[in-house]
């Protein structure tokens, strides 16, 4: 009998991302060979569409199916709460540092809206650091217990940021001990400090939000457990974050708000492996926009200026990712003098409007056929008047400048990198594109998002400020203790833990050198 | 420049505060720290207690209090640690005790970035009017690049407040003794605080401040947002020359003695292509150079802006691939002086460069776009 076959052999996994327009599903093998794929269109309420994707799945491995071991979900369930202000969570929001940062309270420059649904309460209490560790002013916990004992049956989840927390956490644990004396044991807290890194507002804005977020999270991970139960499966889960690795079930139920932002991490992994490249551009072309990101050793390249969230900023690092108009449905009119390209699009609705189609709207698709760049539809472009066939040829062209562009921006002046086209629409790329070495098309590239969800490491991070001198090492050697630790928490498996990305950031106007020191530790799930 | 028709006194609304905000943005050539957080804390000091008036220098007595505000310290520092909201009052109050009378009015330090915005909220919170002058009509570095400075006034006090509420004063013999004292309070006080310095009554001020900076301001930011062709509206505002218009494909930070020093590299497009431009930083942007040819240089203006939206950019919010403008334009005369020149001039930042006036370098204001 091989192993492979031995029925308590759990070797497979399922990857299921689900997008805006879609939800796909992939099923691996251990040597991450694909062995079955779809494509679903996703429904209002998610679990739909994640229900007939994993179906769809399980069917074309039939009997197999007993081999699986671990689903990895990429949703975005966070993101859609949040952009939809619904089934928030009512938040008490508690900041340590006064006197300091009274100057403004807390969720001051947030949408009202969203405002209305998740702030409950909020106070400014003593306490915080300065930025050497020396206490602000004593962590005042009467002023706390008051204001906790105050939200019996108002709030669903505490919030808790404190000055100079992610170097010194000992106050937001303190807070979260008495919460849940007060509260009851497991009442939900978040702590700044587990969730962003310096700049108090962005940070105590996604603290917020992940509270916020609490309840769609068990919703999520209830939805998940039923759909595997329904089917029979007994297997592990985990989710997508932001920065394209993996976090277990219950982790993902912790911080919900790290899901956010795992589409396009899955998706330019995804496009990673099944191109074999560590180091690339990735442009996943859809029917309405091409998003170009970039893959650096095997992760997304994160963007350093803030992100913005239904409104609201916050730090997180997200994919750094470049939007362009430009897709297959990309409509095209004027006269090849005076173009007109996108943004609008036909999108879904290429297959009955593009003229390759039989339709009577010419777009990018059409001028994509046209050119030789790919076969789809029925209608023979040769039949087309010559000056519609000049207009999109034109067309292709500008298309073509504007992805050029696009590159220059996103490769930073670096042009010895391939380009993986992927998405529904890749074939609308040309095969050279100034500032890149070739094009590589992968074969499934289509559910690149899901592939990536499938093949995601788990990761953990860690960020301190240390004095450039002599301690700077230790520094560095604890900092990256840390972050290993999170990772193996977050399901790692301990022995194959490896630093991934280590930052150290020079401080200026400080008295003494100093930097900031950020590390991300990632590695392979362990077995069970 | 500050313009003839600078009313005697204006109130700055709400809906005043995006223009304004933007516009010292413009006037921080590169630095002077980010508006954000300051806009955000105007807007609650307009909410909480009504326009603020801004008045012309002219219109004080002449023994009336002006106190100049600037907070000093690390961004990374005041991003995380941000101020309490009682530290302007806290100065005044000491400033009161200091002087026998009650502060008249607040005056920003430096226009230039977040010290601009910023002395909103500081005056609203004393109850006093701000005054529309400045003691840099830019933002540098260093605090003793003030006009205060160059016009020779003493420094009589420092007065400085922490987050945490504690106030000091000092009493310096001179100016290298202010700034060795200043910075090592404000390292004690976790690299943030509030200070008040060159604290001075309004014949004082008359001829030792950069008046009209407040409105001058406000215009930038307004001429910016209404206009269809923003950057073509801000050289017509400014007097601007448009240096090179292009994409930035270089990038060099470092950090050393606690400033940020680097250089950005622009390379033309348009009417430009072919050309290139180097900008060497110190926080601020110092000098702009062209094959190794001065093109413009400190105590003159120098900013980076979005070609299309005529946007300040930061020092720091600077990436490879922008599509940027780099402006130019005259300083205050005052820094033009042989004092304000040995104060701000090339040469205070280290670079053995003789200044030239930028309107004199004629060959730039003639490159089309």
């Known amino acids: 009998m091989s192993q492979a076959s031995r029925p308590d052999h759990r070797d497979l996994r399922v990857g299921i991302d689900v997008g805006g327009t879609n939800t796909d599903a992939v099923v691996l093998n251990s040597a991450n060979e694909i062995l079955a794929w779809t494509k679903q269109p996703t429904t209002p309420d998610v679990t739909g569409g994640m229900r007939a994707a994993l179906g769809e799945v399980l069917q074309q491995v039939g009997s197999e199916q007993f081999r699986i071991g671990r689903v990895m979900l990429g949703t975005t369930h966070a993101t859609n709460a949040i952009l939809e202000r619904r089934a928030l969570g009512r938040v008490a929001v508690i900041r340590i540092g006064a006197p300091a940062t009274t100057a403004l309270p807390p969720l001051v420059a947030w949408p009202s809206d969203l405002k209305a649904v998740v702030a409950a309460d909020s106070i400014i209490v003593g306490g915080g650091h300065l930025v050497d560790g020396y206490p602000i002013a004593p962590l005042d916990l009467d002023a706390v217990r008051r204001f906790l004992e105050s939200l019996a049956g108002r709030v669903d989840a505490v919030a808790v940021t404190g000055v100079f927390s992610p170097a010194f956490p000992d106050q937001e644990r303190a807070v979260a001990e008495l919460a849940s004396s007060i509260l009851g044991p497991g009442f939900p807290v978040s702590m700044s400090h587990e969730i962003g890194s310096l700049g108090l507002f962005e940070r105590e804005n996604a603290t917020v939000l992940n509270?916020?977020?609490?309840?769609?999270?068990?919703?999520?991970?209830?939805?998940?457990?039923?759909?595997?139960?329904?089917?029979?499966?007994?297997?592990?889960?985990?989710?997508?974050?932001?920065?394209?690795?993996?976090?277990?079930?219950?982790?993902?139920?912790?911080?919900?708000?790290?899901?956010?932002?795992?589409?396009?991490?899955?998706?330019?992994?995804?496009?990673?492996?099944?191109?074999?490249?560590?180091?690339?551009?990735?442009?996943?072309?859809?029917?309405?926009?091409?998003?170009?990101?970039?893959?650096?050793?095997?992760?997304?390249?994160?963007?350093?200026?803030?992100?913005?969230?239904?409104?609201?900023?916050?730090?997180?690092?997200?994919?750094?990712?470049?939007?362009?108009?430009?897709?297959?449905?990309?409509?095209?009119?004027?006269?090849?003098?005076?173009?007109?390209?996108?943004?609008?699009?036909?999108?879904?609705?290429?297959?009955?409007?593009?003229?390759?189609?039989?339709?009577?709207?010419?777009?990018?698709?059409?001028?994509?056929?046209?050119?030789?760049?790919?076969?789809?539809?029925?209608?023979?472009?040769?039949?087309?008047?010559?000056?519609?066939?000049?207009?999109?040829?034109?067309?292709?062209?500008?298309?073509?400048q504007r992805v050029v562009e696009a590159v220059d921006q996103v490769s930073l002046g670096k042009a010895d990198r391939p380009l993986v086209a992927v998405g529904g629409g890749a074939f609308v790329l040309p095969d050279e594109i100034e500032g890149i070495t070739e094009v590589l098309r992968p074969a499934h590239g289509g559910v690149a998002n899901a592939v990536g969800a499938a093949i995601a490491l788990v990761s953990g991070r860690w960020e301190a400020i240390a004095p450039a001198g002599e301690g700077r090492r230790k520094a560095i050697d604890a900092a990256c203790e840390m972050a290993t630790r999170r990772a193996v928490q977050a399901g790692a498996a301990p022995d194959q833990v490896e630093i991934v990305e280590l930052a150290e950031v020079p401080l200026s106007y400080l008295p003494e050198p100093a930097v900031r020191i950020q590390v991300k530790a990632a590695g392979p799930l362990g077995w069970l | 420049m500050p313009q003839a028709d600078t009313p005697e006194s204006f109130y700055l609304r709400e809906e005043d505060l995006p223009a304004f905000a933007a516009g010292c943005a413009v006037l921080g050539t590169g630095?002077?720290?980010?508006?954000?957080?300051?806009?955000?804390?105007?807007?609650?000091?307009?909410?909480?207690?009504?326009?603020?008036?801004?008045?012309?220098?002219?219109s004080f007595d002449d023994d009336d209090i002006i106190v100049p505000l600037s907070g000093v310290g690390a961004p990374t520092v005041s991003n995380e640690m941000v101020s309490s909201d009682d530290d302007a009052v806290l100065i005044g109050q000491e400033v009161e005790r200091l002087m026998g009378r009650k502060p008249a009015a607040v005056m920003s330090s430096e226009i230039g970035g977040s010290n601009g915005i910023s002395a909103v909220p500081w005056a609203a919170s004393l109850g006093v009017p701000l005054v529309d002058a400045d003691g840099m009509g830019r933002a540098f570095p260093e605090v003793q690049m003030v006009s205060m400075n160059v016009a020779g006034l003493e420094v009589n006090y420092i007065v400085l407040c922490d987050v945490v509420g504690n106030v000091s004063t000092?009493?310096?013999?001179?100016?290298?003794?202010?700034?060795?004292?200043?910075?090592?309070?404000?390292?004690?006080?976790?690299?943030?605080?509030?200070?008040?310095?060159?604290?001075?009554?309004?014949?004082?001020?008359?001829?030792?401040?950069?008046?009209?900076?407040?409105?001058?301001?406000?215009?930038?930011?307004?001429?910016?947002?209404?206009?269809?062709?923003?950057?073509?509206?801000?050289?017509?505002?400014?007097?601007?020359?448009?240096?090179?218009?292009?994409?930035?494909?270089?990038?060099?930070?470092?950090?050393?003695?606690?400033?940020?020093?680097?250089?950005?590299?622009?390379?033309?497009?348009?009417?430009?292509?072919?050309?290139?431009?180097?900008?060497?930083?110190?926080?601020?942007?110092?000098?702009?150079?062209?094959?190794?040819?001065?093109?413009?240089?400190?105590?003159?203006?120098?900013?980076?802006?979005?070609?299309?939206?005529?946007?300040?950019?930061?020092?720091?919010?600077?990436?490879?691939?922008?599509?940027?403008?780099?402006?130019?334009?005259?300083?205050?005369?005052?820094?033009?002086?042989?004092?304000?020149?040995?104060?701000?001039?090339?040469?205070?930042?280290?670079?053995?460069?003789?200044?030239?006036?930028?309107?004199?370098?004629?060959?730039?204001?003639?490159?089309?776009?």
């Open chain 1, 211 to 400: 509270a916020a977020l609490y309840g769609v999270a068990s919703e999520v991970t209830g939805a998940l457990d039923q759909v595997l139960a329904d089917r029979q499966l007994d297997v592990s889960a985990f989710f997508a974050q932001n920065d394209g690795t993996l976090m277990a079930l219950e982790y993902a139920a912790r911080y919900p708000v790290l899901t956010i932002g795992s589409g396009p991490a899955n998706s330019i992994r995804g496009a990673a492996f099944l191109s074999g490249v560590e180091d690339a551009i990735v442009a996943d072309v859809g029917g309405t926009s091409t998003d170009l990101g970039v893959l650096i050793k095997g992760f997304p390249r994160e963007s350093s200026a803030a992100v913005e969230i239904g409104g609201v900023r916050t730090n997180f690092r997200m994919p750094d990712i470049f939007s362009l108009a430009i897709g297959g449905g990309t409509v095209v009119g004027g006269t090849p003098a005076q173009l007109s390209l996108g943004p609008h699009s036909v999108g879904y609705r290429i297959s009955t409007e593009g003229l390759v189609f039989g339709g009577r709207t010419p777009t990018l698709t059409d001028a994509a056929v046209l050119a030789g760049r790919g076969k789809v539809g029925s209608a023979r472009p040769a039949s087309w008047a010559e000056a519609k066939r000049a207009l999109l040829l034109a067309a292709l062209a500008e298309s073509d």
């Open chain 2, 170 to 369: 000092l009493r310096p013999v001179d100016g290298p003794w202010s700034e060795r004292l200043a910075r090592a309070l404000c390292v004690a006080s976790g690299s943030g605080v509030l200070m008040a310095d060159y604290i001075l009554n309004a014949a004082q001020a008359r001829g030792a401040v950069i008046e009209g900076s407040v409105s001058h301001a406000l215009r930038i930011g307004r001429c910016v947002q209404d206009a269809a062709d923003p950057v073509a509206a801000l050289i017509d505002l400014l007097g601007a020359a448009r240096l090179i218009t292009g994409k930035i494909i270089d990038i060099e930070r470092h950090t050393g003695g606690g400033f940020v020093r680097g250089s950005v590299v622009v390379e033309g497009l348009g009417g430009d292509r072919g050309r290139m431009v180097r900008l060497e930083v110190q926080n601020e942007n110092l000098i702009a150079l062209e094959d190794g040819q001065v093109l413009a240089s400190v105590p003159d203006l120098i900013t980076v802006v979005d070609s299309q939206t005529a946007t300040a950019i930061s020092t720091e919010t600077l990436r490879y691939g922008q599509r940027v403008t780099i402006l130019s334009w005259p300083c205050h005369p005052l820094w033009r002086t042989p004092r304000g020149l040995e104060i701000a001039g090339p040469r205070a930042f280290g670079y053995d460069i003789t200044y030239v006036a930028t309107e004199e370098i004629a060959h730039v204001a003639s490159i089309p776009a």
């Open chain 2, 31 to 58: 630095g002077g720290g980010a508006v954000d957080t300051g806009f955000l804390t105007a807007v609650k000091a307009i909410q909480q207690h009504g326009p603020l008036e801004v008045r012309s220098i002219n």
